[in-house]
């Protein structure tokens, strides 16, 4: 519950009442931006005022790639507070990939200590907790992801023999949605075993309820040209590569549920796999608006990051530098586009309507890393924010127009690189100062 | 002549010897890239190192616009040093614009009094002079850009008697190609006088030779409504808004070459209008892929910035608060585009192509200040000032060099602009960068 109310008199004192912690933290921050400089005093105007407030949705993330580039804990820290400003609550790391793995493991430090970047680039467990600890005192969760079974050459240098089409080259693309290539070897138990050895670890090292466990892009061919995996469908006449993926999929969400945690998966798992995934499990969709009707129809809770709207990174040109052209998810998603973004849009019946608990806005960091961070999170992950906090519609029933956002909107901006957040601009200063003469 | 060549022995001294300073300080550069280090200590790693180098290109700039956002001084030095360390040697300095006018004029303090941002946003005679100068230190000159009769909202608040189509809304579109509309009434002789108190006072801070008098996006419909305007051409039968326009520029042109300067504009002074200059006039081609040519088949020196190749402010999306769409000129323009791309391409008179002084790449400020400016710049603009100085082509194979081999020496450069305090954005994942090859 992040409700509250704040009461600010003509004069004496203000009063900011709230339900719980989470609730205060809120209201404290909107409390800071009511208060405004008139000349060299500090002073909050039009009073007396009277706020009762409550978030939409009640999951407004970001998801934030450490595994392509690295960021320090400092930058992690300037994020976590950049999102308490806009009055963001999740943080979901995308921890690993197949690039690095930055995060430290007692069970396979061969994972870290070959697959980080440096011993500079890790994050060891006491760095992982005072995240955690950061995040909290702002009132923002932390969901690990530990994106299983594609996106994992990474594990190869660690484990090398429970991994299928490791580093393909050049034809990568055959194999993996990005280079380097390289799977978890499904027909393995082995690659069971050590998933369910991860879950046992990183639930107990993150304490939030929700454990997310990737499942996104993995790739057919790599599987099905291992010989391994067509020894073993030789010799299990019946299955295929679905039922093993399947197979997979069954086995590790039931290890994560004897850890009391909720699963949080890409939404390939509901669509694009033969797996049901247990009934509260939240699916994470990216490709397809579709897929967040079809996911509430078959009773699951959703949280949208619509790569369309939320993928911030996007808009850069591809980054592979034999190809001129542009990224698979370009063009940049202004802000206005993310504004008018409604994850709950064509979908009428109130009980599917609750089942969408949010949004969460995604920076993928293969062009990314602490000397772009801000630039490309603000202010358009701002714009999210309120539409998932306030929505977007006012109390009158009237759907806010960008237009009329604007002026809002810089004020975040500026007030964020106030508070040292290298939001970038969205107009020239001339346009911030005479709202309404800058429209199409 | 920035010519230079570099002599690293095995052991002992190296020796630069260059025929300028310029060349020196370019030589100094690439001294500074060859060190590496190697377990703590510096090294130059292949001795002995012989270098004889040379510039493509004799312009090879850069443009910063000033005016729609402002950039403090330390962001202007840093964005010079960063230059100095690509051997880009032209500042192109868009200074002010129809947004703000943020240049202290000493002749008509009343522009920057009404149109600069604010009091801190400012640019003194001894900033300016700074900047002069530190960029003289790294041998890049700093040739100035006053954009008039167009993109003159701002001169409009502080003289309303010399301007037309003031702010017109919510039709701005109509008069202007960005909001807010504004231009000089260039039927008005006082119009005349305050450019040319502009262009002298500007001629004496600035001492580039170089002159931009921009001449870019002139509205026709701006002055057609205009009424004093309509009154001119009523009373002068044969005249009309195009041939005020080729008067302006008659009196303006001729003005700078008085003032021993030499002029700079965009094609539009050229090309769309029936205007012949000097041909000592170098003209700054933007808007199509026949400009250059276009420009050089005129007899006039051209330098290349076409806006799909070079406008680094692209890709963002439409500014206009009420519209999601894109901008004019997206998409992005990634690196790879910038150096696979040959100005000299369309043009094929070799008489012609040593009219081609060189190129700019355009940091146009709607959505830039001194948050975004490294990030928008570097390592973009690096893969092009590799173009202006070496040229793409492969000597060996006689082709353009191969994009994955260009790579890991730009990414190597990125980490080097980095490490030297310049927020140049990252182009892959670090396991690409030390997986040549693999990506």
């Known amino acids: 519950d992040e409700s509250y109310t704040i009461d600010v008199p003509v004069s004496g004192k203000a009063t900011l009442k709230a339900k719980t912690p989470y609730g205060a933290i809120r209201g404290l921050e909107t409390f800071s931006q009511l208060v405004s400089a008139n000349g060299y005093a500090k002073v909050i105007t039009n009073t007396p005022i009277q706020i009762k407030d409550a ?46 793995w930055p995060i430290e493991s007692k069970t396979f430090p061969d994972l870290h200590l070959k697959g980080a970047y440096s011993k500079e680039q890790t994050y060891l467990y006491d760095d992982v907790k005072n995240v955690i600890a950061y995040a909290k005192d702002r009132g923002i969760r932390v969901i690990p992801e530990i994106d299983v079974p594609g996106h994992t050459y990474i594990v190869s240098l660690a484990k090398p023999e429970i991994m299928s089409c490791v580093n393909k080259q050049p034809n990568w693309d055959r194999y993996a949605a990005e280079p380097p290539s390289g799977q978890l070897n499904i027909a393995k138990p082995e690659s069971i075993d050590f998933t369910n050895k991860l879950i046992d670890e990183y639930t107990k090292l993150f304490p939030d309820q929700v454990f997310h466990l990737g499942g996104d892009e993995v790739n057919r061919n790599c ?36 850890t009391g945690k909720d699963g949080f998966s890409w939404e390939e798992t509901l669509v694009h796999s033969k797996y049901v995934p247990k009934n509260n499990t939240i699916i994470q969709v990216w490709i397809d608006q579709a897929a967040v009707k079809t996911a509430v129809e078959k009773g699951y809770r959703v949280v949208s990051s619509h790569h369309d709207y939320l993928y911030l990174d996007c808009g850069h040109g591809a980054w592979l530098p034999n190809n001129d052209g542009n990224s698979w998810c370009d063009p940049f998603k202004t802000w206005m586009h993310v504004y008018n973004y409604d994850p709950a849009a064509n979908i009428t ?92 | 002549d920035e010519s230079y060549t570099l002599d690293v022995p095995i052991d002992g001294k190296a020796v630069i010897s260059a025929k300028t300073p310029f060349g020196a300080v370019r030589g100094l550069e690439t001294f500074s890239q060859l060190i590496t280090s190697s377990s703590g200590r510096k090294v130059i790693k292949n001795a002995p190192v012989k270098i004889t180098d040379a510039p493509k290109f004799s312009h090879r700039g850069l443009l910063l616009d000033t005016s729609r956002n402002f950039y403090h001084l330390d962001s202007i030095l840093r964005t010079l040093d960063a230059m100095a360390y690509n051997k880009l040697n032209v500042l192109h300095w868009h200074v002010i614009d129809a947004f703000s006018w943020p240049i202290e004029s000493k002749v008509h303090p009343e522009l920057t009094e009404k149109g600069a941002y604010s009091t801190d946003m400012r640019y003194s005679y001894e900033d300016v002079k700074k900047i002069i100068n530190y960029a003289k230190n790294r041998a890049i000159r700093v040739m100035p850009e006053f954009n008039i009769p167009g993109h003159a909202f701002v001169i409009g608040e502080a003289h309303p008697e010399i301007a037309c189509c003031m702010n017109k809304q919510p039709a701005w579109d109509k008069y202007a190609a960005e909001p807010p509309s504004g231009q000089l009434n260039i039927a008005d002789p006082r119009a005349v006088t305050f450019a040319f108190d502009i262009l002298t006072e500007y001629s004496r801070l600035f001492v580039d030779l170089g002159f931009h008098l921009g001449g870019s996006s002139l509205n026709t ?104 769409g894109s901008s004019w000129c997206d ?40 948050t975004t400016v490294d990030r928008y710049l570097w390592p973009r603009a690096a893969a092009f000032a590799e173009i202006m100085w070496s040229g793409n082509n492969d000597p060996h194979t006689n082709s353009t060099r191969d994009l994955r081999k260009v790579a890991p020496r730009l990414i190597e450069h990125r980490f080097r602009m980095v490490a030297r305090g310049i927020m140049a954005h990252p182009v892959q994942p670090l396991w690409c960068v030390r997986n040549p090859d693999s990506c």
């Open chain 2, 221 to 324: 419909e701006c002055w057609k409504e205009d009424p004093t305007i309509e009154l001119y051409i009523r009373d002068h039968p044969g005249e009309s808004v195009d041939s005020l326009v080729v008067g302006w520029h008659s009196q303006m042109f001729d003005k700078l070459n008085e003032l021993g300067k030499i002029p700079y504009s965009w094609e539009d002074t050229v090309l769309h209008y029936n205007f012949t200059a000097r041909n000592t006039t170098v003209v700054q081609a933007w808007i199509g892929d026949d400009s250059l040519s276009k420009v050089t088949e005129k007899g006039y020196r051209a330098i290349a910035s076409p806006w799909n190749m070079y406008y680094l402010d692209c890709g963002q999306g439409s500014w206009l608060s009420n519209f999601e």
């Open chain 1, 223 to 258: 599987w099905n040209e291992d010989p391994d995996v067509k020894a073993y469908l030789a010799a299990h006449p019946g299955e295929d590569v679905e039922s093993l993926l399947a197979n997979y999929y069954t086995k590790v969400h039931d290890h994560l549920e004897t």
């Open chain 1, 349 to 440: 019946n109130p009980a599917q309507r609750k089942l969408i608990l949010g949004t969460e806005a995604a920076i993928w960091a293969e062009q990314t890393d602490e000397t772009v961070i801000d630039i490309r999170l603000w202010p358009r992950a701002a714009a999210v924010a309120e539409t998932t906090w306030s929505g977007k519609t006012d109390s009158t029933g009237h759907v806010r127009k960008t237009e009329e956002v604007a002026s809002r909107l810089h004020e975040q901006r500026f007030r964020m690189v106030g508070r040292g957040i290298s939001a970038e601009p969205m107009q020239p200063l001339w346009c911030a100062r005479n709202p309404g003469s800058c429209n199409l």
């Open chain 2, 331 to 370: 998409p992005y323009k990634t690196w790879q585009q910038i150096y696979n791309y040959n100005p000299l391409a369309n043009i094929t008179d070799p008489e012609k192509q040593r009219l081609v002084l060189g190129g700019e790449v355009a940091l146009w400020s709607a959505m830039s200040d001194e």
């Open chain 1, 55 to 100: 978030p939409v949705y009640p999951h407004r993330g970001l998801v934030i790639d450490t595994a392509r580039n690295f960021l320090s804990v400092k930058t992690i820290y300037r994020i976590l507070d950049s999102m308490s400003y806009n009055k963001l609550n999740v943080f979901h790391w995308h921890v690993i990939d197949s690039q690095s």
